[in-house]
T-cell receptor
């Protein structure tokens, strides 16, 4: 059982380039999330989705866009990468938002922007 | 302003002894608290949680205590094992309509010395 899979695992971009991070889950979860983690910081929520076709902003949404065209996939896009977006990005999913439905995380994508 | 604080960046404990990781929060609207464990190059994994209506939850070697009046929770690991060496994140959920967001602390790195 793969759980939450993130693609790619590593990427180096130049300032101004665009890219899309892919998150796929095989647990039939309704909710999916994108977080970033910076050195010495906790995880901060970028965007999330409570179902196919829905998205919502989290704590730090600026500079990112997301799409949830299929229930199992949640895409995070950077239209014009900036050095401040250098971070480790984690995707997570959960069955719902209830208290007995914790989020399951992927192993992260390490993104460096030069 | 940090709403979830883990004031100890690191903690070292002898194998077999008790590990106590602490977490403080400022938002009285948090209704659900979780602990996640993270190994290097992996995503966080859910460890244990507690609802704000309880003051203790136990799962094997792991116990979480919640003191609502002090806005403080702690994770106890007894006995500590070398495999417990990881970064532990405290997270809290805000009780509000449509709120599925978790707020994370910065983490505490636990080292269990054999």
């Amino acid at each position: 059982n793969a759980g939450v899979t993130q693609t790619p695992k590593f990427r180096v971009l130049k300032t101004g380039q665009s890219m899309t991070l892919l998150c796929a889950q095989d647990m039939n979860h309704e909710y999916m999330y994108w977080y970033r983690q910076d050195p010495g910081m906790g995880l901060r929520l970028i965007h999330y989705s409570v179902g196919e076709g829905t998205t919502a902003k989290g704590e730090v949404p600026d500079g990112y866009n997301v799409s949830r065209l299929k229930k199992q996939n949640f895409l995070l896009g950077l239209e014009s990468a900036a050095p401040s977006q250098t971070s480790v990005y984690f995707c997570a999913s959960s069955y719902g938002g209830g208290t007995n439905q914790p989020q399951h995380f992927g192993d992260g994508t390490r993104l460096s922007i030069l | 302003d940090q709403q979830v604080k883990q004031n100890s960046p690191s903690l070292s404990v002898q194998e077999g002894r008790i590990s106590i990781l602490n977490c403080d929060y400022t938002n009285s609207m948090f209704d659900y608290f979780l602990w996640y464990k993270k190994y290097p190059a992996e995503g966080p994994t859910f460890l244990i949680s507690i609802s704000s209506i309880k003051d203790k939850n136990e799962d094997g070697r792991f116990t979480v205590f919640l003191n609502k009046s002090a806005k403080h929770l702690s994770l106890h690991i007894v006995p500590s094992q070398p495999g417990d060496s990881a970064v532990y994140f405290c997270a809290a959920r805000w009780a509000g309509a449509g709120s599925y967001q978790l707020t994370f602390g910065k983490g505490t790195k636990l080292s269990v010395i054999p």
